[in-house]
Nanobody, 128 residues
Framework: QVQLVESGGGSVQAGGSLRLSCVASGYSISNRCMAWFRQAPGKEREVVAA????????HYNAAMKGRFTVSQDNAKNTVYLDLNSLKPEDTAMYYCAARGPSDVCGPIWYRISSYSHWGQGTQVTVSS
């Protein structure tokens, strides 16, 4: 059974940093498209970043590029999202998502419907 479990969320002040982790079980993160999304109260879910784990290539939402970094540790079967220079508007539930095996991110890496597996999310709260 495929399972994604996020952790690392919390409450920080503006300008602070957090590292979110997504541990996968039931399959390997190798050669997959893994992504992070977020959803703030009253807003639609939006993509933050994605990573082609087979070729270690990252894709970023242009609005967040430069502050957030997605990385992987195949040995730990984990994908990370480093959040830096956090702003109050980054407050949201952050979700990890994955596609099927050997599925590259491609041009629709940002599309919610292209991901088949989702975690339960981890809350990030940034205060001013």
């Amino acid at each position: 059974q495929v399972q994604l479990v996020e952790s690392g969320g919390g409450s920080v002040q503006a300008g602070g940093s957090l590292r979110l982790s997504c541990v996968a079980s039931g399959y390997s993160i190798s050669n997959r498209c893994m992504a992070w999304f977020r959803q703030a109260p009253g807003k639609e879910r939006e993509v933050v970043a994605a990573r082609d784990t087979g070729i270690s290539r990252a894709h970023y939402n242009a609005a967040m590029k430069g502050r957030f970094t997605v990385s992987q540790d195949n040995a730990k079967n984990t994908v990370y999202l480093d959040l830096n220079s956090l702003k109050p508007e980054d407050t949201a539930m952050y979700y990890c998502a994955a596609r099927g095996p050997s599925d590259v991110c491609g041009p629709i890496w940002y599309r919610i419907s292209s991901y088949s597996h989702w975690g339960q999310g981890t809350q990030v709260t940034v205060s001013s």
